[in-house]
């Protein structure tokens, strides 16, 4: 069955770095387009960024995409998506989780298809 499976969260201290990974199996991996999301405590989850099959068309939440905080890629070869986190910041605390999307619903921020369990990322100030 397909998996999607996180890691690289942790505790880091603001404006450190953080690199997140997401391995998938069981898919034909460069069909999807890959997001990513997360959720802080008490709050509903968000879009944080997402990236097309081929890797060539990338989107990322506002949030995120000031100074090129946040970059994700993707590794078709290795089936896995990656999300590099520069200098976080406390409200960057939150459960990140990757997500596949097939169609093309994708590019508005919806993604159904499959979930990982999400890592913990959290931000000392």
């Known amino acids: 069955q397909v998996q999607l499976v996180e890691s690289g969260g942790g505790l880091v201290q603001a404006g450190g770095s953080l690199r997140l990974s997401c391995a998938a199996s069981?898919?034909?991996?460069?069909?999807?387009?890959m997001g990513w999301f997360r959720q802080a405590p008490g709050k509903e989850r968000e879009f944080v960024t997402a990236?097309?099959?081929?890797?060539?068309?990338?989107?990322?939440a506002e949030s995120v995409k000031g100074q090129g905080r946040f970059t994700i890629s993707r590794d078709n070869a290795k089936n896995a998506v990656y999300l590099q986190m520069n200098s976080l910041k406390p409200e960057d605390t939150a459960v990140y989780y990757c997500?596949?999307?097939?169609?093309?619903?994708?590019?508005?921020?919806?993604?159904?298809?499959?979930w990982g369990q999400g890592t913990q990322v959290t931000v000392f100030s």
């Open positions: 997500a596949a999307e097939s169609s093309f619903l994708w590019l508005t921020g919806s993604f159904d298809d499959y």
């Open positions: 069981g898919m034909t991996f460069g069909n999807y387009a």
């Open positions: 990236i097309s099959g081929s890797g060539l068309r990338k989107y990322y």
